[in-house]
T-cell receptor, first 115, second 116 residues
Framework: GDSVTQMEGPVTLSEEAFLTINCTYTATGYPSLFWYVQYPGEGLQLLLKATKADDKGSNKGFEATYRKETTSFHLEKGSVQVSDSAVYFCALSDRMNTGFQKLVFGTGTRLLVSP | GAGVSQSPSNKVTEKGKDVELRCDPISGHTALYWYRQSLGQGLEFLIYFQGNSAPDKSGLPSDRFSAERTGGSVSTLTIQRTQQEDSAVYLC??????????????FGPGTRLTVT
């Protein structure tokens, strides 16, 4: 079945550093790709998404580009803040036989940003 | 507006007992999903409801797990004869529609289940 692989954490950065969290996927079709974020004590929130190849999703300074040739969707931010400390999940939508699309998640990457 | 709500936020139960977890989706969302977040397995899909259609139960790990959705709104996930490996955070999500286009899934805060 479809799967998502993302880099293990924790990723520890100083404030204003550049962030990259790698994500690659395996899929038989053409899934949509997502980054979700989970702040401490809170639920999962959609950070950004891309629905087709070469699309770039962006939100709150974060970006990710859907690269079909490398089956990747790496998350980047030019200058992280302490408030970005959270767990980041890469996910794809996997269309089931019933027609609906469930989310398949990576294992999550914890980001710790220090002042 | 109100987001997805789940109750209880925490549940501690003894091995062998039954538990019920509740999810209240966003009003107007026809699709509802249950996921489980555990240390060993990460985030995994459990079950999906779309309107009044039969649910997709393909992710349920065993027949001890069941779920229902009454009136196309509130859903209850039931785990019978709980085992320690059922300890996890159970997440509920809802979206405008599940089939065809990809709609954003909005997640609730989760129920942390601990089986002792």
């Amino acid at each position: 079945g479809d799967s998502v692989t993302q880099m293990e954490g924790p990723v520890t950065l100083s404030e204003e550093a550049f962030l990259t969290i790698n994500c690659t996927y395996t899929a038989t079709g053409y899934p949509s790709l997502f980054w979700y974020v989970q702040y401490p004590g809170e639920g999962l929130q959609l950070l950004l998404k891309a629905t087709k190849a070469d699309d770039k999703g962006s939100n709150k300074g974060f970006e990710a580009t859907y690269r079909k040739e490398t089956t990747s969707f790496h998350l980047e931010k030019g200058s992280v803040q302490v408030s970005d400390s959270a767990v980041y999940f890469c996910a794809l939508s996997d269309r089931m036989n019933t027609g609906f699309q469930k989310l398949v998640f990576g294992t999550g990457t914890r980001l710790l940003v220090s002042p | 507006g109100a987001g997805v709500s789940q109750s209880p936020s925490n549940k501690v139960t003894e091995k062998g007992k039954d538990v019920e977890l509740r999810c209240d989706p966003i009003s107007g969302h026809t699709a509802l999903y249950w996921y489980r977040q555990s240390l060993g397995q990460g985030l995994e899909f459990l079950i999906y409801f779309q309107g009044n259609s039969a649910p997709d139960k393909s992710g349920l790990p065993s027949d001890r797990f069941s779920a229902e959705r009454t009136g196309g709104s509130v859903s209850t996930l039931t785990i019978q004869r709980t085992q320690q490996e059922d300890s996890a955070v159970y997440l509920c999500a809802s979206s405008r529609e599940g089939t065809g286009r990809t709609y954003e899934q909005y997640f609730g805060p989760g129920t942390r289940l601990t089986v002792t």
